[in-house]
């Protein structure tokens, strides 16, 4: 401070007071140009501190090569072939999607006479039949969360009971609003939630992140005066809160994670805070690698720089909570912890309720009323709902009161002891194979891996294809990963031989999996437009409204 004060003193403060008394144009320039480059240095500073120099640089080249090839891509002769090579690239996409079946019709226009049961029922289970993935015998990544057949037909039944209900209107479905109430209560007690701790259900995870955010987001403007709000979250956080930031105009920050553990750097995201800062977000368990962030240590940091902490337990859900009952290390990602402002946990994952159906839970009720939409000027009354839906089905929500009150907390807990340690088998498994090595350290369901060169890891998820299994395919780094549930336990030492066989086939010839999706892959992680990739992705979302 004192050297701070010295060097003020030796500045001609009346020399730049004539200056700009004589030049106020010249001095207008030249302090909005000092201004931004005084805010673009801090920028660059807190970039560097968050990612250290050389990501810095590395993330400066990509942002300033990705500009480049926008502009080549928009230059006379270079943009049309870049765009047709885009085009090709979709319509190839399309094409796969949108296969014709033969002896199938297509129904494009509403029937001008009804069709009978039968026939509709026929059509229905014609194409329930369509070859896809085997996912009833395990082959497939998560996806599908199957609590048993007898699970099914009650959840089914109850879904066919409460078709017509609609929680918009309570007071012809006062029933439902039990359900629904008792819905919320029975997660919040999974999560150690006291009486002031409250909640609503949504349609999914997504929706149950983006309600967080928004609720964050408006406790800062009303009771911080935050005006530019910003999030701050684990790189590997699910995408749900970059679509939140980019629905509500906010800012968001990624922060690294440990390359060995893949859990949040802890240091670099209190470095990232900063006075716009609403809401810290951490995962238990991360979509890509199912590991669980060091919860403890972001709840402190939220308490000291009085933001949120939002804790994404969307995957681990019904998981988490038994870790400790069912003899695993536990992971405390509850309202024990004393910053945890918000949690969203998925019933329709590892709850086995229905598809459609989350839980969204906040520490009290000041903070679920920010996430409320009410208007009260409306000719058509007084209108106010919970979520981003007016109309909800009122079939999910009975249908996920029948899967919770059927399996019951001795049916959970046997189904995270199955689980989990089917996943531990698996991860054991894959760490016996030399050519692979397993990414983090997960903690609950989920594992992935990746491989040693010259052996291509998304070689082996094609050489996995053809043997039956759907892998998600992973970035940052390039690896798969597999999300266990019930089916997959009885199918884990198939998929484990099933693996070593694959990895055996691309060790043999490397060099002929440099296409298929290693190309794919490969190109999308490292191509530095990223709107070309957006670009396909946007085709491959039209390819399947194409009928």
């Excluded at 839980?359 to 679920?368: D, L, S, T």
Aim: proline share 5%; net charge neutral; glycine share 8%.
């Amino acid at each position: 401070m004192t050297q701070v004060m010295s060097t003020l003193a030796k500045v001609d403060w009346q020399g730049m007071a004539v200056y700009t008394a004589k030049n106020p144009k010249q001095a207008f320039i030249n302090a909005a140009i000092a201004y931004v480059v005084f805010r673009q240095t801090l920028k660059m500073a807190k970039r560097v501190s968050i990612y250290g120099l050389r990501s810095t640089l590395s993330l400066l080249w990509k942002q300033i090569t990705g500009v480049a090839l926008r502009h080549i891509r928009r230059a006379p002769g270079t943009g049309i072939v870049v765009q047709r090579n885009i085009s090709k690239i979709v319509k190839d996409i399309e094409d796969s999607v949108n296969v014709a079946v033969p002896g199938e019709s297509k129904y494009l226009t509403v029937p001008e006479q009804g069709m009978s049961d039968d026939e509709i029922l026929a059509i229905l289970k014609r194409r329930q039949n369509e070859a896809g993935v085997d996912w009833k015998n395990g082959r497939v990544s998560g996806a599908v969360y199957h609590g048993g057949e007898e699970l099914v037909r009650l959840t089914n039944e109850a879904y066919a009971m409460y078709n017509l209900t609609n929680p918009l209107h309570p007071g012809v479905f006062p029933g439902l609003r039990r359900i629904e109430a008792e819905v919320v209560r029975m997660v919040l007690d999974l999560y150690n939630g006291d009486a002031d701790c409250c909640g609503t259900t949504t349609s999914g995870g997504t929706e149950s992140i983006i309600m967080a955010v928004r609720s964050h987001v408006v406790w800062g403007r009303e009771i911080r005066g935050i005006n530019n709000a910003n999030i701050v979250v684990p790189v590997t956080a699910h995408a749900a809160f970059d679509k939140a930031a980019e629905y509500f105009g906010i800012g968001i920050t990624h922060i690294p994670v440990d390359p060995l553990t893949q859990k949040v750097d802890v240091n670099a995201m209190r470095r990232a805070i900063d006075s716009d800062t609403v809401l810290i977000v951490g995962s238990s368990a991360t979509f890509p690698h199912g590991v669980a962030d060091d919860l403890e240590a972001l709840s402190q940091m939220a308490i000291k720089y009085k933001v949120g902490l939002h804790v994404d337990s969307c995957l681990g859900s019904f998981v988490m909570p038994f870790l400790k009952e069912a003899g695993f290390p536990e992971i405390v990602c509850d309202f024990r912890l004393p910053g945890v402002t918000s949690i969203s946990c998925d019933t329709h994952k590892y709850g086995f309720a229905p598809k459609g159906t989350s839980v969204v839970m906040y520490r009290n009720k000041q903070m679920r009323h920010y996430q409320y939409f009410t208007i009260s000027t409306w000719p058509g009354g007084i209108y106010a709902s919970p979520t981003i839906a007016g109309s909800r089905s009122g079939a999910v929500i009975a249908g996920c009161w029948a899967a919770m009150t059927k399996m019951g907390r001795n049916g959970y807990l046997q189904q995270c002891k199955d689980i989990v340690n089917c996943r531990i088998s698996i991860q054991k498994g894959i760490e016996q194979i030399p050519e692979l090595y397993v990414v983090g350290e997960p903690s609950s369901t989920v594992v992935a891996f990746s491989s040693h060169e010259p052996v291509g890891i998304f070689g082996i998820m094609d050489e996995m294809k053809k043997r039956g299994w759907d892998l998600s395919p992973l970035q940052y780094p390039s690896a798969l990963h597999l999300a266990c549930t019930r089916l997959t336990v009885p199918v884990a030492g198939e998929f484990l031989r099933d693996l070593s066989d694959s990895v055996a086939q691309v060790k043999a010839s490397p060099e002929s999996y440099n296409k298929g999706s290693q190309a794919i892959y490969g190109f999308a992680s490292t191509v530095p437009d990223t709107t070309i990739i957006d670009e396909v992705a946007q085709g491959f979302i039209d390819a399947l409204y194409a009928a």
